[in-house]
């Protein structure tokens, strides 16, 4: 009765040791499982990688040079004539098609970057004639003797220049009048007395001239006013020494 009771105490409440020896043996098969499944995927993968590398081999230099003088003449092959050229440089019609697309696409990048390159030389030049325009604009020259030209405070250009260059001007012709009707007088030409004189330019004592005086009878009158006539071919040659 003791030994069936023990027998019977055994069934109710099993060995811990027995349960966790049972466990380990399962966990072991499943995982021999497990290794065989995918020793199988990696002998099916490497069986699947070794036609891919045999596609991807790059072509000879031979096949190039052919394939880059076809392109030149018909970059836009149909398909008899990618069928011809896969038939004799021995590669197939679906890689000679790769190929044409290939360097299209090259040639269309090399395109871009070209003109992105004369672009941007463009835009530099451009940049740097109008900073030559914006300095221009900020100091400004006259044309002709090449001073800088002060600026109003509108914008435009000062009357010092101008005003300066006016009265050069109208001395000289003050100058070039009065020598021609001395040479007039000189030339025997008539002269009326009732003209009135022409007004002289005061000297600056410190110029070593004293001060001014009055013009000579002879130099009297102005032309265009009702002056004596004179001819200033005549007196252009005077003043050249002819």
Known sequence: MEGKGEIGLQGDHPDPGLQ?????DGDESRSNNVEGVGSGDDHDANEDQEPLRKKYRRHTTQQIQVLESFFKDF??????QRNDLGARLGLESRQIKFWFQ????????????????????EHNRI???????????????????????????????????IEKLKLENARLKYEFNRICMLASQFLGRPISSSERPIPFPSIKPSDGE?????????????????????????????????
């Open 20 to 24: 966790a020896q049972n466990r380990e």
């Open 210 to 242: 004293g001060t001014s005086a009055p013009p000579p009878p002879m130099a009297a009158g102005l032309v265009g006013n009702g002056g004596i006539p004179f001819d200033k071919n005549v007196c252009s040659k005077l003043i050249d020494g002819k």
């Open 127 to 161: 940049r740097a004639e109008n900073e030559m325009l914006k300095e221009a604009i900020r100091n400004p020259l006259c044309t002709k003797c090449g001073s800088l030209v002060e600026m109003s405070g509108d914008g435009g250009e000062i009357d010092f220049e």
């Open 102 to 121: 290939n360097r299209r696409t090259q040639m269309k990048t090399q395109s871009e970057r070209h003109d992105n390159v004369m672009l941007r030389q």
């Open 75 to 80: 970059p836009h092959p149909s398909d008899k």
